[in-house]
């Protein structure tokens, strides 16, 4: 199964207070590989941003009024999403505004058992610091050159390796098995296999042969 990296720009800080999400994107990974599926929305929340919004994330009321509503876009993301486990940081922010969203448009919400948040790891791993993706970010040297404003695609982005550092794994790269499928220029797909080839006893009793006679040898 897929993981989803999410996160969320919003008008303010609480849905309570009638704030909207202006911003929404995903990132599929598999075993925090890049799969290259991206869901990102820009969205009109149907009322003005306040100017400390603004500052954050610099979408402006008028930019965003002739956006998509998010009735227009829910379920695109329910289908991105479809179950798959979801990587979020603080958690407790984004899902409420998400599920109140949903709720409006008579959507189901979304499982909160299929939810991790690396706020609450990094918590766990490091209380009583700062775990704010800035500062996990600064934590492991991760680069923070890109990020003038919040957005929420490359908010994903940093998160991915914030998670990776969170636990303790290497960076994933592309594993190999020992058949391969690549397409050629022609788009034709060309099968590889990995064909293990066993050394002959007179090549081995060679081989020993050569390695005493170089071990005498002094190179210093």
Known sequence: MSEIFLDIETTGLSFKDS??????????????????????????????????????HGFSTNFLKDKPKF??????????INGNDLIIHNASFDIPFINHELKLHKKDVINKNKIVDTLELARS????????????????????????????????????????????????????????????????????SKKIVKPSEEELKNHNIFLKSELKKNYF
């Open 125 to 192: 791993k490091y209380p009583g610091m700062s775990n704010s993706l800035d500062a996990l970010c600064k934590r492991f040297n991760i680069d923070l050159s890109r990020r003038v404003k919040h957005n929420a695609v490359l908010d994903c982005e940093l998160l991915r390796e914030v998670y990776i550092n969170l636990l303790d794994v290497k960076e994933p790269k592309l594993s190999f098995n020992s058949k391969v499928e690549s397409k050629s220029s022609h788009g034709k797909i060309l099968n590889y």
């Open 19 to 56: 704030h909207r999400i202006v911003e929404i994107a995903c990132i599929e990974t598999n075993e925090l590989i890049p799969t290259k599926r991206v869901f990102h929305k820009i969205i009109n929340p149907e009322r003005n941003v306040p100017e400390e919004a603004f500052k954050i």
């Open 71 to 80: 009735k227009e876009i829910a379920d695109e993301l329910i289908d991105f």
